[in-house]
């Protein structure tokens, strides 16, 4: 019993997790588009799949790049 509480616990961690770096992703993209404009085709799947720890470096420098070339770079 102890076992399965324990996977359930894992499954909720990683779901909020998830949850977590979505939204990272959203509030980003929204962001670069107020600043940069609509974003080219390869900037979607950049945003897609970078991690957490990613999202939030590029967050952290948006305000201080001068394009989107720029901030992929972090």
């Known amino acids: 019993m102890a076992f399965v ?3 359930a616990l894992r499954d909720e961690i990683s779901l909020l997790n998830d949850a977590k770096r979505e939204e990272a992703q959203r509030i980003l993209q929204r962001l670069l588009t ?31 790049v001068d394009s989107l070339d720029d901030l992929f770079k972090y």
């Open 5 to 7: 509480r324990e996977r």
């Open 34 to 64: 107020k600043r940069f404009g609509d974003l080219p085709e390869w900037a979607i799947p950049k945003l897609e799949s970078a991690n957490a720890k990613q999202l939030e470096r590029w967050t952290d420098e948006i305000l201080v």
